[in-house]
């Protein structure tokens, strides 16, 4: 089953009409049309196969299908909540893996159906696919279940977990040396099994914190998978999308990791050596200085530089909308405000910068870590809002720490800091904050929303 | 050149293409960057509709299988990045003119 060359040279069209669309991604302007490339390429290549495969059975039920799969994204993608995004990206990224590792099955099958030699080469990459496609779906769904708070977003280890993980890859590279010296199916199933095993292996150990590296290394791997499946299939389109993905993928994840301080694999081994202190999880009952929305409202109201300091309970609270509210508010008593966006904010890297423009927050008031971090030193109010993590001096001052060597921004330079926190609960990392017992810090408890609300009247009252 | 060294040269070029496109990313778009890619790796769906044109049995309930998850993947992946996108854009244009008349009046 050869493909017709004017179907390989629209593929190739496709293959460009990616690389544009992840070209207009990452510029704001040109974001939104490079997406929608993106989409119209898939959309015509996935066609394709209708037009020039002979006598194709199942037309109806691969239409019923598509069909059902397309409603199913559809009403995820309009559904979801911004503050759920990281747990969406995950999820539609194991189900992209699983099917790659399903697709790779079924070409195992036809080949140890008909026998042909097709040399090691395309039966070493069935067996990637097959278990990296693997690996990618239980690893996601571990991944969401974290985010969407199923299970504990703590490092779950147990004793051992170390010799079962180096078991579980070593019965992935003996299986996949048996499927390629062989190709039966039953090694192609269990191989998908033991990357299921190896996928949650992985992913358990990573702390809540680190989650989102882990979405951008799994999104990397279902573009290898795909890219693997593309040469089994001897799709050349295939094959350019997985690896454009597989490596934008990488790259972003290294990224990531340098904004948070950490390597790669101190994110998903570190666990395993046991080397971290992992959090309490457990509030202290030291004692802290808090104060009333009034208080709060004379410390901003009075202040010449507020930095804003949002964080995930923010967007939680659905406290956004206020915020921009009290900084438009403070905005007309002349003091100068922006916003402090750390890298990792929210759930996943850039997710403050998407839950701030759904508030309609200006642009140009948001501004990165590097660009902020020295002003911190001439802020007389730093307001940090259901962010906790992002603003731990743990993170400079205590080796050890899970979060240790991550940048954070410099609230503690500030001369006062508000928290504005709904308890004493630690951040997402489960450790906790020196910053909150400081004596310069005032504490601000209750809901972020009604707090936020009560704090925007008290100023307008000054 | 033998077929496998075929495909590695195109391989081994489309990994440098891949990073070269992103490597200038903001951080402000790592989110939709992140979920775009995704969305784009949804393209399996066209290796699960070849897989499954003709299979019958197990091997067709399967693969429809493949292909509802490979849709809910590319179909969702790009809506969800589109809304994402719009957002940022809505409020982008009319700030921008607003800006600017306030640069002027000043």
Known sequence: MSIPVWAQVVYLGCAVAFILALKGLSGPRTARTGNLIGAAAAVVACALPFFYLDDMDNVVLILVAIAVGTAGGAYGARTVQMTQMPQMVALFNGVGGGAAALVALLELDEIAGTGLDLGWFVLAATAFTVFVGSVSFAGSVVTFAKLQELMTSRPVVFPGLAVVFAAALLGGLVLSGLLVAEPAIWAGIVLALVGLAFGLLLVLPVGGADVPIVISLLNAFTGLTVAAGGYVLSNTLLLVAGTLVGASGTFLTLLMARAMGRSVANILFGALKGGSTLGSGEASDRPVKSAGPTDAAIMLGYADRVIIVPGYGLAVAQAQHSLRELVDVLGERDIKVDYAIHPVAGRMPGHMNVLLAEAQVPYEQLKEMDEINGDFKDADVVLVVGANDVVNPAAKTTPGAPIYGMPILNADDAKQIIFMKRSMRPGFAGIENELLFDEKTTLLFGDAKDTMSKLVNAVKAL | ?106
């Open chain 2, 1 to 106: 050149m033998s077929e496998p060294v075929v495909w590695l040269t195109v391989f081994v070029l489309s990994v440098f293409v891949g990073v070269e496109v992103i490597s200038k990313v903001s951080s402000t778009l790592h989110t939709p960057l992140m979920s775009g890619a995704n969305a784009i790796h949804g393209v399996i769906l066209l290796g699960a509709i070849i897989v499954t044109a003709h299979a019958s049995g197990v091997a067709l309930a399967v693969g429809l299988v493949a292909i509802v998850l490979a849709a809910v993947n590319m179909v969702g992946g790009f809506m969800v990045t589109d809304r994402m996108l719009q957002m940022f854009t809505r409020k982008r244009t009319p700030k921008s003119t607003g800006s600017a008349e306030k640069g002027a009046a000043a």
